[in-house]
């Protein structure tokens, strides 16, 4: 097992490479330009100085290999230090710019990271939460009017895109009810009880949007997943030994069909650090997929390939650790 | 300031409102203000974006302003330097400007014209990139000529001599925070950028880059008694019409920025009876170019160049009037604009003083007027399809834009009625950040201008024409041997014109400028390689509760803010 894992972790290397110099391709190649967002009444010699002050005009290679050194030397340096206090970057380290703000990368990752985690990640859990019954339920009563209910529910919530129920939230409960903000407040600081209140107000739109959505698909992964035990033959004999429904069910039943699900979940969770770009830009969170579509919309490199590059290593290691998962979950699963 | 300015000020104020002069610093509490485009940075030398010039103005400020007329009125400087009082000299290659008494910095320290000389050596620093560089534009040096006099030097006249250290967009910066910060050294200054030092109304207490400013008012403000909100905060992101349905409908914020949303949805929204819709009419003007070259792929590099020949037909006024008259613009403004447009026969609309009045004709829509001209020019349609032809060639023209709800409804009722004249069009849009990206790699950038006929807004800065004028000279041309870069779009050539722009260049008298201005037009418009459909303002909403806004797209939109308060 240990040594597949450090096998995988050193394959991860190269893979890793791969897709940043692709990524850095893309995001290069495509029509982009830093300035294409100024106003029209600032020449054309002032832009070509603003470019040329940020290297834009540098041959692709040299920005690419810059690029890559200051993320996997300087930047890691640098996050050593701020976490221990020791002294370990250099005085003058350079660090990854942002375009736009003219600010380190990661300073702008790290003032973001918290709300996205917040939001994305509560929304997760929530999704969970709701999903696991509802597929328990709607395998053991399949075809009964919930688990018509229930795939009914999880086809909208499926089909229909965060930017439409986002926004039906907004007019339905900000609007109209007057209920919650559409703007969220990310200065906001929860001390006591009252700001508490004011934070779940703030945050519950968001969460039930992306909720919904997580929820779909994970309770018809859960459905399918049960459906495929109830019939087997461990289950009859579970029955015959006279165990009651509930400990066939939830015992027998639920945990061997929570192998896939466990799976799927362990996939999904470098999408919650990737943030929701729609749903965060709808209720105005300052979270990671905000910062990414803005430096996107704004030629902003450095931070579109960095960002992107984080996402790649989170893809790249939550797939070995669903793997590894694998492994525990099911003896029967073995690498070595 | 002097004493007889404040007490100016003090009296006009209380005569303007009388709640006003009995309100204090802080007294109307707390303000929000949303711009659905985030601030990325406070120094509005390193990003040139309106978002961040903007958000900057509460902190940052220069010697002088323009009002929401348009008036130069002085702000950090004791008054306006004109050739009549001594503070330009008379050749026109100097200015002097003399800081007003009393004005701090909101950490404490005196504003001196060591300021002043270090923002024009931080701002044209070769390795800086700044921003505003164009606001320098031909200043030979500026001088220190005492603690509070500046002086500026031109190496060549300049009639027009208020560009730098004028308006939102060339503010003063600190010399003492950015000292370590010249040049390529720039983005090391995280802290300065983020949270400059200033004159103004307000301090900054908290930035997130492309997210939200907190601001609380300056303890070191020259007025005592202002501003009179005590904090502010400036919340980015999000979209025009949920920025107008956070003033407008659920009243969560006071303020929004740059409304340009569907004009019967704003409506909707304001009959709410939550806030008010303000608009602010500056020089910007959405117009058609007129392609005067030859822009036939078969061409190859000469595409779109002065050397591929001129256009097939569009170089004939004829058909440019023809195309112009069919245009119902009022129709334009009501489907697209609504309170945030007006019909324009100008591609210079504004100050009122350079604004022609001689081709005003085109305000109403004359198709069979239109249809007329062309039938005895002799453009007619001989082998029936549809469509006149010229000298055999079909009059139909490829006409671009960028991609954006209100332009492309623009260009469906725009080939509409060119349709019944016997023009066709075949519309193409092409996504704002390549349209205007400037890649000279790109083929759709509207530099280059593959195609016949393209459609955007354009403006200038401040309240002098001079620079945009000189944008059409023949030099202008975009080109392959310049990178494709220049101004002159639609490649109009003409040496008259350029005459003109030469004399303008050594004209001070106000009034002959204006003459000038206006002539300039006159020769663009009547060319038509430019017709102009629309004067676009800036629409914003505020809260009923909110008094005191007097918005201005001369300058900043919050130029103002030490004023505003909260209704009783």
Sequence with gaps: ?336 | MNSKTLLLGAAAAFMLSPVAAMAERGSSGHLNIIYWQAPSTLNPYLSGGTKEVESASLVLESFARFDDTGTMVPWLAADIPTVENGGVSEDLTQITWTIADGITWSDGTPLTAADAVFTWEYCTHPEGGCAQASYFDGVDSVVAVDDMTVQINFNAPKPFPYTAFVGSESPIIQAAQFAECLGARAPECTDANFGPIGTGPFVVTDFRPNDVIEFEANQNFRYPDRPYFATVTFKGGGDAAAAARSVLETGEFDYAWNLQIDPTILAQMEAQGNGTVVTAFGTSVERLHLNQTNPDPALGDLRSTVEGGPHPFLTDPIIGQAMSMAIDRALLVEVGYGAGGQPTCNVLPAPELYASTANDDCLVQDIAGANALLDEAGYVDTDGDGIREANGMPLSVLYQTSTNAVRQDTQALVKQWWSEIGIDAELRNIDASVFFGGDPASPDTFQKFYADVEMYTNNFAGVDPEAYMANWRCSEIPGPDTQWQGSNIQRFCMEEYDALVDEMATTADLQERGRLAREMNDMIIQSYSIIPLIHRGGVSAHANSLEGIRMSDWDSELWNIMDWRRAE
Excluded: C
Aim: net charge neutral; aromatic share 12%.
């Design chain 1, 1 to 336: 097992m240990l040594t597949y894992t450090i096998r995988r972790l050193l394959l991860a290397i190269p893979t890793l490479l791969f897709i940043s110099f692709i990524i850095f391709l893309i995001v290069k190649l495509s029509p982009s330009d830093p300035t294409a967002g100024l106003p029209l009444t600032i020449p054309p010699e002032v832009r070509e100085q603003i470019r040329e002050s940020l290297g834009v005009n540098q041959p692709v290679f040299v920005q690419y290999f810059r690029w890559l050194q200051l993320m996997v030397w300087n930047e890691p340096l640098h996050l050593i230090e701020g976490w221990t206090g020791w002294n370990v970057a250099p005085e003058s380290t350079t660090r990854i710019i942002s375009y736009q703000t003219r600010s380190p990368v990661m300073d702008l990752i790290m003032q973001r990271m918290p709300q996205t985690l917040w939001v994305v990640g509560i929304s997760y859990i929530v999704g969970i939460i709701i999903a696991l019954p509802i597929g328990i339920i709607s395998a053991y009563r399949q075809y009964s009017w919930f688990d018509q209910l229930g795939t009914f529910i999880s086809m909208l919530g499926f089909s229909v895109p965060t930017f439409f129920t986002g926004v039906l939230f907004i007019v339905i409960f900000a609007v109209n009810l007057g209920w919650f903000p559409s703007v969220y407040d990310t200065t906001h600081v929860v001390t006591d009880w009252d700001s508490f209140i004011v934070q779940l107000k703030q945050i519950i739109m968001p969460v039930m949007v992306l909720g919904l959505f997580n929820a779909s698909q994970i309770s018809r992964f859960m459905r399918a997943s049960m459906l495929d035990n109830l019939n087997q033959d461990y289950v009859r004999t579970a029955r015959a030994k006279g165990l009651t429904e509930k400990v066939v069910v939830l015992v027998h039943v639920l945990r061997n069909s929570l192998i896939p699900v466990v799976t799927v979940i362990a996939l999904n969770v470098p999408a919650v650090f990737g943030g929701a770009i729609i749903t965060e830009q709808v209720f105005k969170v300052n979270g990671i997929g905000q910062l990414l579509i803005i430096a996107i919309q704004s030629g902003d490199v450095p931070t579109v390939q960095t960002v992107s590059f984080i996402f790649a290593v989170l893809i790249v290691l939550f797939n070995l650790i669903a793997d590894v998962l694998y492994g525990v979950l099911d003896p029967r699963i073995r690498y070595d």
